[in-house]
T-cell receptor, first 112, second 111 residues
Framework: KAGVTQTPRYLIKTRGQQVTLSCSPI?????VSWYQQTPGQGLQFLFE???????NKGNFPGRFSGRQFSNSRSEMNVSTLELGDSALYLC???????????FGPGTRLLVL | SQQGEEDPQALSIQEGENATMNCSYK?????LQWYRQNSGRGLVHLIL?????REKHSGRLRVTLDTSKKSSSLLITASRAADTASYFC???????????FGAGTQVVVTP
């Protein structure tokens, strides 16, 4: 089975712009979660979607949003980018509650 | 805030030696998972241990869980240079809960 894929892998944006990141889960996985990793804050949960519904949300400002499509693919959007949004954004998928989450390679975002 | 805290923060060992790292957490959990990350790449899942389990093995990996002490340990036996990575524990407080990560342990295995 193919693993979790994320596109793009690298991205450079400037402050004030917006960005959309994409995640394709493992086939058969209906849950997709997003995490942000920075040297200062470590790994932090953004949100989780299951069957197109947001199940859980982390403590991030409203500039961070996401959605999930009927084929379980997910996108996250960050509007009005700030320098502090520079991070590795990781997507993970799982079959459902209480199961292992499998991570993709991440999208490295640099905001200048 | 982070749920888990790994100890030590960094570990340097020689090939063939064992590496042990510990994870402590604060609240009750549904399960605890260990992940490995190489140089800022994606996280690789190692082991999931549920709250009603005490020990699990996978190849050269052994994980223990002590819910009374709210702690877990990961043992890597006969380490190899390829085990050089950061290791993270992550707790899940209920079955639909998010992963709450610790700061990680950086392991360096020298040939």
């Amino acid at each position: 089975k193919a693993g979790v894929t994320q596109t793009p892998r690298y991205l450079i944006k400037t402050r004030g712009q917006q960005v959309t990141l994409s995640c394709s889960p493992i086939s058969g996985h209906r849950s997709v979660s997003w995490y942000q990793q920075t040297p200062g804050q470590g790994l932090q949960f953004l949100f989780e979607y299951f069957s197109e519904t947001q199940r859980n949300k982390g403590n991030f400002p409203g500039r961070f949003s996401g959605r999930q499509f009927s084929n379980s693919r997910s996108e996250m959007n960050v509007s009005t980018l700030e320098l502090g949004d520079s991070a590795l954004y990781l997507c993970a998928s799982r079959t459902g509650a209480g199961e292992t989450q499998y991570f993709g390679p991440g999208t490295r975002l640099l905001v200048l | 805030s982070q749920q888990g805290e790994e100890d030590p923060q960094a570990l340097s060992i020689q090939e063939g030696e064992n590496a042990t790292m510990n994870c402590s957490y604060k609240t009750s959990i549904n399960n605890l998972q260990w992940y490995r990350q190489n140089s800022g790449r994606g996280l690789v899942h190692l082991i999931l241990i549920r709250s009603n389990e005490r020990e699990k093995h996978s190849g050269r990996l052994r994980v223990t869980l002590d819910t009374s002490k709210k702690s877990s340990s990961l043992l890597i036996t006969a380490s190899r240079a390829a085990d050089t990575a950061s290791y993270f524990c992550a707790t899940v407080d209920d079955s639909w809960g998010k992963l709450q990560f610790g700061a990680g342990t950086q392991v360096v295995v020298t040939p």
